[in-house]
């Protein structure tokens, strides 16, 4: 893709010029990926270890100021069961590991924020490495962009099943915790980080405040259990809204890569009790979960909801479509939907609950906003 | 970039005498040249506009760049240099 500029300039004695030139986009990798990587160890400085945070599990309560945040760099928050809150304002995370565990399966949050002005750049959030330094087999380390990549095991069958092969692909579910990050204020930014072993990945709550989500990796969830487990199963999710009430305002979600075995969503911008507004969801790599994605559900209304430039490709299948239907959204107030593709990743297929049984020639059609496959863009 | 152009003439006076005259007019124009970095870079790059005249009397007035959804942002002090996001 790219852009024309035009100029011009007046001389001191009124002779005029006109000029044009062109900028050019190029693509880069996703992340995850060798030419993008993320997580601390590839914090610009990482002197090769990370220093522990203490008192274990202490919280975040003094805030620094807009000109003067207060820096954790490379910093190990081992965070047990009960997860980091981080009340303070104007902090800086730089290089840092999370770890959670959720031994109980009662809804264990990795780290939450509260506080303003909260920026992660360069983080891991894992389950708490004693328990599982890496995703088995390496998961998405060794087979970008997730773990079972190619095995055609959709996340769970339409009784909420999960597909049994999952076991030996997905860390047990009381290894890693529910929620990675939990957002209730902004703004706030991840950029760079790497998120694995969790169920929800990101939730969001009401806040008109910039959420920012940039080159961040998302992949290798738990094992989502089984609905008559204790506790019930998993939703999983990559970055969303989930509480049903007031929707955030002003997301942007750009240039991340989000594919795991969740059973629900990658943006999981689920419906609430009013319209959604300014979310921008861009150039992003998606994979897995049952639809891929679902942005503008909810009451009718939404406003500049921007969904472009982005890849749905089948290396974790969608249990039933890359898209929830929300056509109608994207044709008003605003809304954008363009330049969508569909990918087809070697070797993979339609699995038998997803609603369209896509053809392997499809690979580079546009998906459109209702989650049909076209060799034409959206209207 | 300049360019010239020579007027010539005749001017004959009352006895009938005649001489000729020629002037050399220099017409004023120049040209710009415009350069983008880096040309060509993933999007969300932020990125610098420089535009520099060719030719042509100072000082200059540089108008605000356009192309279909951008902003650009003067850089102070810094007359004909933008900065923007594609």
């Known amino acids: 893709m790219s852009v024309t500029i ?26 995850g990926q060798s030419g993008n990587p993320v997580g601390h160890t590839h914090a610009p400085g990482y002197p090769g270890s990370l220093t522990p945070h203490t008192p274990a599990g202490d919280d975040i309560t003094v805030s620094g100021t807009a000109a003067n945040p207060i820096v954790y760099q490379f910093k190990d928050f081992e965070n047990g069961a009960n997860g980091l809150y981080v009340p303070a304002s104007h902090i800086i995370f730089i290089g840092c590991r999370f770890q959670c565990s959720d031994p109980l399966i009662a809804g264990a949050t990795n780290v939450r924020v509260d506080g303003i002005d909260v920026e992660f750049h360069y983080c891991s959030f894992v389950p708490r490495v004693a ?40 860390i047990p579910r009381t290894y890693g915790p529910q929620y990675h990050l939990t957002i209730n204020a902004g703004p706030c930014l991840c950029d760079h980080c790497d998120f694995w072993g969790f169920a929800n990945c990101i939730t969001t709550t009401n806040t008109t405040a910039q959420l920012a989500f940039t ?3 998302i992949h290798d969830t738990r094992y989502p259990g089984h609905i008559t487990d204790p506790g019930g199963d998993d939703h999983g999710d990559g970055i969303g809204f989930l509480d049903g009430t007031i929707p955030p305002q002003n997301v942007l979600i750009q240039h991340c890569t989000i594919c795991a075995e969740g059973n629900t969503n990658a943006i999981a911008a689920q419906g609430g009790t009013q319209p959604y507004h300014n979310w921008s969801v861009i150039n992003n790599y998606m994979s897995g979960f049952d639809f891929t994605v679902i942005f503008g559900d909810g009451p009718a209304g939404g406003t500049n909801l921007i969904f472009t430039d982005n890849i749905l490709s089948t290396e974790i299948p969608w249990a039933f479509g890359p898209v929830q239907d929300h056509a109608t959204v994207f044709r008003a107030n605003g809304c954008q939907w363009a330049r969508n593709k569909f990918r087809v990743h070697p070797s993979t297929a339609p699995t038998v609950n997803q609603i369209d049984q ?11 906003a209702d989650g049909s496959y076209h060799p034409t863009d959206f209207v | ?29 120049f040209t710009l040249v ?53």
């Open chain 1, 6 to 31: 035009a100029v011009s300039a007046t001389d001191a004695v009124g002779a005029t010029a006109s000029a044009t030139i062109t900028a050019t986009q190029t693509a880069a990798a996703y992340p």
């Open chain 1, 215 to 217: 080159d961040c990796w």
């Open chain 1, 131 to 170: 328990l599982a330094a890496t995703p088995p087999n390496g998961g998405g380390y060794t087979t970008w962009p997730t773990a079972g990549v190619g095995l055609q095991y959709a996340p769970e069958d339409i009784n909420s099943n999960p597909n049994p092969g999952l076991t030996a692909i997905c």
């Open chain 2, 1 to 29: 970039m300049s360019s010239t152009i020579t007027i010539t003439g005749t001017v004959t006076d009352n006895a009938g005498a005649t001489g000729n005259y020629s002037v050399v007019v220099t017409l004023d124009s």
């Open chain 1, 358 to 368: 896509w053809q392997s020639s499809w690979d580079g059609y546009f998906v459109w």
């Open chain 2, 34 to 86: 415009a350069v983008v970095t880096p040309a060509n870079a993933p999007a969300g790059t932020t990125r610098n506009l420089t535009v520099t005249p060719s030719g042509g009397t100072s000082p200059f007035t540089f108008g605000t760049p356009t192309a279909p959804g951008i902003t650009f942002t003067p850089v102070a002090g810094q007359p004909g240099q933008w900065t923007f996001v594609f």
